[in-house]
């Protein structure tokens, strides 16, 4: 009988053969008995990491890293933990435009109101740091089956890079994708976690297989184009206002997104309370090769505390079954789109929903865990489930607005998207990808795809539709391209601050999408 190590090592030259044949191509850390490697940071001396290699239990290669961290000492806004591993040569995301890492819970955070967050961090060579800041919650939402904890991936785009409030030395500001020297993560905490819990909290995961990742269109699911009219809304109690308008000034994509406020008012349940936002398709739609769903929102107004959380219900047609993204009467859900740590946004962010990420609440029906077509969609603003006794709810009232816009259908592939790779993509439409960096200053990159030889134009307009320069105009190949803009008009001038539209055209196809520009 072979011994684990002799497993292990022949496992290793499999997959060694598997990489040579390309296999795996996009893994850039593997996990593979690297827990010797990390350098770990505790934000107060009191807290607990553990690191640990586990050949048991894993998604790709030959082990993960378990990580447990105990947070049990807080200062008057929280604490933190910082773990880093720099690769042993510079990494090169510049042909992807996401990264993917899988994670399976061994602990759940034990209080229910978000007290424990996940961060995520690249540095640049020149030591600058980019942070994914927005967690989405990955501790608190159901990720299990009847047999226990499942693996799930985590999808974190580029786009969302962003500096903390506190981050105070950038080189230049601009995400360099093309010189990534390290990888951290966190688990971090506000005061909540000992407010709540006198004992304070723990987490315990499993981790495995970042690698780099690019969004394959399958659709677009809803365009939210002069639809507010046509959504039902439903909420918990009489109290509960809200307010879905077609918005014509904030577009991410099309001809307008749909702006929707809520605001909570008591009384509440113990539970807290809950509001139903739904949309019912004239024709189903089916997911086909869809692996995860995806929207962009922008934040108008953020909830004066931790109160209100997101929900996104898919319901299929096969006897209408719910699967949900967010939370039940057990778990806090989705806080992190409306307002999240070091950095509040008031500008379009994307959000990436895995199918696999969805679950059904307790208090639904039954259903067959799978999803092919889809009846309605619908989503929710909730408070907050932490009971203070079995009357009386901690959620105080609150109103959160937003704008939400073109959700569609993706997934993922590990192919490399190269501008300048010299093998033809394989294209069947135009594309036209959103603008990197964004918001930006001096300069921005604008790529697109085109799936045959024709005539295509680049051009920049105001939001009153005056054109402001032409970057491209002419005849061009088959594939993928990128051109830029440096904030210049047609005249060589620079343009004042605000919103602008970049548009590609062609004899059959218009799309055009959003960028802000910065002085």
């Known amino acids: ?36 490697d990390w350098a770990v940071v505790m934000g107060h001396p009191g807290n607990t990491i553990i690191l640990e290699d586990n050949y048991e239990d894993f998604t790709e290669g030959i082990g993960s890293m378990a990580v447990e961290v105990q947070l049990t000492d807080l200062v008057g806004w929280g604490t933190w933990t910082d773990l880093g591993y720099v690769f042993p040569e510079v990494q090169d995301f510049s042909d992807y435009s996401e990264m993917r890492f899988k994670l399976k819970l061994l602990k759940e955070p034990t209080s229910n109101i978000r007290s424990m967050q996940f ?21 608190y939402s159901p990720h299990t089956d009847a047999d226990g904890s499942e693996w799930f991936e985590v999808t974190i785009p580029f786009s969302r890079f962003a500096q903390p409030g506190w981050y105070s030395t950038p080189d230049n500001g601009i995400f360099d994708p093309d010189s990534i020297t390290q990888f951290n993560f966190g688990v971090h905490s506000d005061s909540s976690a000992g407010y709540f819990n006198s004992a304070f909290d723990t987490v315990a995961f499993l981790i495995d297989d970042l690698y780099l990742a690019n969004p394959v269109e399958d659709g677009q699911m809803h365009s939210f184009d002069e639809m507010a009219a046509d959504w039902t809304t439903g909420a918990g109690n009489e109290n509960v206002v809200i307010i879905l308008e077609d918005d014509y000034d904030n577009i991410f994509e099309g001809a307008s997104a749909m702006a929707v406020e809520v605001q909570m008012h008591g009384p509440y349940a113990s539970w807290g309370t809950w509001t139903d936002i739904a949309y019912l398709f004239e024709t189903p739609v089916a997911l086909g090769d869809a692996t995860e769903l995806r929207f962009n929102i922008k934040m108008l107004t953020i909830p004066i505390r931790k109160n209100l959380i997101f929900t996104f219900d898919l ?11 967010g939370g039940d009467s057990q778990r806090p859900g989705h806080y992190g789109i409306f307002e999240h740590i070091d950095i509040t946004f008031h500008e379009w962010r994307e959000i990436v929903i895995p199918l696999d990420d969805m679950f059904r609440p307790s208090w639904s029906t039954t259903y067959d865990d799978e999803i092919a077509t889809v009846n309605s969609i619908s989503l929710g603003v909730h408070t907050t489930q932490e009971q203070i006794n079995d009357t009386t709810n901690a959620v105080v009232d609150d109103t959160v ?11 993922g592939t590990m192919d490399p998207v190269s501008i300048n790779s010299k093998t033809p993509q394989i294209v069947q439409d135009f594309q036209l990808n959103q603008n990197y960096p964004n918001p930006f200053n001096p300069s921005t990159s604008i790529s697109y795809v085109i799936p045959q030889a024709t005539d295509v134009s680049i051009a920049i307009y105001n939001i009153r539709g005056e054109l402001v320069r032409t970057l491209e105009n002419g005849n061009q190949s088959a594939g993928r391209h990128e ?36 002085k």
């Not at 319901?315 to 993204?325: I, P």
């Open 119 to 139: 961060t995520c961090d690249v540095f640049e060579a020149s030591g600058e740091l980019w942070r994914y800041p927005e967690d989405i919650d990955i501790f």
């Open 401 to 411: 607005a937003f704008v939400i816009d073109n959700l569609r259908m993706t997934h």
């Open 1 to 36: 009988m072979l011994s684990r190590l002799q497993k292990q090592t022949a496992l290793a030259v499999v997959l060694s053969l598997f990489c040579t044949f390309g296999f795996g191509q996009s893994t850039i850390l593997n996990f593979d008995e690297t827990s010797g």
């Open 483 to 518: 051109t830029s803009w440096n904030g210049l008009n047609d005249a060589g001038q620079i343009v004042s601050s605000g919103v602008y539209i970049y548009s590609l055209k062609s004899e059959s196809t218009t799309i055009s999408k959003q960028m802000l520009f910065l």
């Open 315 to 325: 319901f299929d047609v096969d006897e209408n079954e719910l699967h949900r993204w």
